[in-house]
């Protein structure tokens, strides 16, 4: 009896300790995301490299997994400038057009769904694939696991580790010298380090691209990783390379709050020792990852 009595407080004691290795401490919706590039086909053309960014959101509440949402933007070259698409690929449901090469006759958002099922009920690792990477055994979905279950452990990880990010899309303007400028991707991303209900710390940071015989090549640094390398200290009216200007936001938003930065009428951070550049998303990215996790 005793040893009955043991073995089951033992296996009472495992139960928990599994269960509780399952809550996360904080709630809210947790994004991991990656930038590629993606090929255009053109009809009769010559197909050319485009932007896209994939990006996979966990929601935790009351410290459990809820739900997945993968989604991709991707983007166009006109005119020798990039644009991004107004609809992600769920967003296009249909009109995204892969059902018609599907050997299953499923579109991508559908496949999608499959994918974000299988997650939450059989793990971020459950998800096989073959030799080329397709997805291999699960019924409702045969395309390829670029990056789509890597970005869900990333998420995971992120809102283990209470990691709120934000991200945005945009052009940014491409100056050639003697030549034509162009408009080339850009992200930018803010991601606020949670400890309870506060945040101890804000990464600010932006990845540029350019365009090279036709196609979209990203940069393999971002902003702050090319320190002054960007270029940005020569035409600053303050001789500040972005990077040092990117710390003192940070700061100013950890100090007086994601409100606290003031522009001019045409966006420049004003009365703010130490960065004079735009603001052209910054504060409101911060304000996102913010909003993100209940704060």
């Known amino acids: 009896m005793k040893k009955f009595i043991t073995l089951f407080f033992a296996m009472l004691m495992l139960f928990v300790v599994t269960s509780c290795g399952d809550d996360y401490k904080f709630d809210g919706d947790f994004t991991a995301f990656e930038v590629s590039e993606t090929e255009i086909y053109v009809p009769g053309g010559n197909s050319y490299n485009a932007a896209q960014v994939t990006f996979v959101t966990v929601k935790v509440k009351d410290g459990k997994v809820v739900s997945y949402n993968l989604d991709e933007r991707q983007s166009t070259i006109v005119d020798g400038n990039l644009v991004w698409n107004t609809k992600t690929k769920k967003e296009l449901k249909y009109d995204y057009g892969m059902k018609g090469s599907s050997e299953i006759e499923k579109e991508w958002f559908e496949q999608a769904a499959v994918i974000e099922q ?16 397709y997805i291999d055994g699960l019924a409702g979905a045969t395309m390829v696991d670029t990056n789509y279950s890597k970005l869900a452990k990333e998420a995971l990880s992120n809102a283990k580790k209470g990691l709120s990010i934000a991200f945005e899309v945009t052009v940014t303007d491409i100056f050639v010298p003697g030549g034509n400028n162009y408009d080339a991707a850009q992200i930018t991303f803010v991601a606020a380090q949670l400890k309870g209900k506060k945040v101890t710390s804000f990464n600010l940071d932006e990845r540029q691209s350019t365009i ?7 940069n393999a640094k971002t902003k702050k990783e090319l320190k002054f390398d960007y ?10 390379e972005w990077f040092e200007q990117a710390a003192v936001i940070e700061k100013q938003w950890l100090d007086g709050g994601v409100d606290s930065i003031k522009t001019d009428d045409e966006g420049y951070i004003d009365d703010l020792a130490g960065a004079t550049m735009v603001d052209s998303n910054y504060s409101k ?10 704060l």
């Open 118 to 133: 299988q997650w939450l009920d059989k793990g971020v690792d459950s998800i096989k694939t073959d030799d080329d990477g």
């Open 212 to 218: 090279v015989d036709g196609n979209l090549v990203w």
């Open 231 to 240: 270029g940005m200290k020569g035409s600053s009216e303050i001789e500040k």
């Open 285 to 294: 990215l911060a304000k996102e990852a913010l909003k993100k996790v209940g």
